[in-house]
């Protein structure tokens, strides 16, 4: 039985965020490893011609109220209260997840730093000024991060993720695979965990 969870995953969606919070639990009962693949939500969107619900929903009616009452549902039933909208929100993530690539495997510090200044503590993390600051609070050496993620090496590696990941059917994130079989969205963590431990979503 496959024992790992990989989540595509990008700063800028806030249901990453929750997901990513969310599977901890689902860690530490199945004790599965969690891989992060760093991929650009904006290149899937345009390789898959997919919309961020504001605007795929925006003539719906209360399609997107119904969207943010789910979104509560889950913060409430996942005690997640940390989580609020950043008031920057939409945020351009491509520094940022070219950074997480340039920190390379041990990323961790780096993607919970970055995680809390979105989705915990409201920094404008669209600010070049910031992202160093944030950094720098959390004792990591904002320049040379930063600089290594300016590198051809690394921009050729997110915009490799994000291919692969749409051509393994990602159209959106957060998407969830354990193996083979895939998972779209916060709301199938309970079908993830079923599967890494029993087989059957």
């Not at 979104?71 to 920057?88: G, Q, T």
């Not at 920094?123 to 950094?135: C, F, P, S, T």
């Amino acid at each position: 039985m496959t024992r790992a969870i990989e989540l595509i995953f990008d700063f800028g969606s806030p249901n990453a965020y929750l997901a990513y919070r969310a599977l901890q639990p689902i860690l530490a009962r199945t004790g599965a490893q969690l891989v992060l693949t760093p991929c650009l939500l904006g290149g899937i969107f345009k390789l898959t011609g997919n919309q961020a619900p504001m605007f795929a929903f925006s003539g719906v009616q209360g399609k997107l109220d119904y969207e943010m009452l789910e979104m509560r549902r889950f913060i409430a039933r996942e005690k997640l209260s940390k989580f609020f909208m950043n008031p920057y929100f939409p945020i351009n993530t491509l520094t940022l997840m070219r950074a997480m690539v340039a920190a390379g495997p041990d990323h961790g510090a780096y993607v919970e730093t970055v995680l809390a200044a979105m989705w915990e503590t409201g920094r404008d993390m669209n600010d070049a000024a910031v992202v160093a600051q944030v950094l720098t609070e959390a004792g990591l050496d904002a320049a040379d991060l930063l600089e290594r993620a300016r590198g051809d090496a690394v921009k050729q590696t997110l915009a490799a993720n994000t291919a692969a990941a749409v051509d393994r059917g990602v159209f959106g994130i957060p998407t969830m695979f354990v193996g083979a079989e895939m998972f779209f969205g916060k709301e199938r963590l309970g079908q993830v965990e079923s599967y890494l431990t029993t087989g059957v979503a």
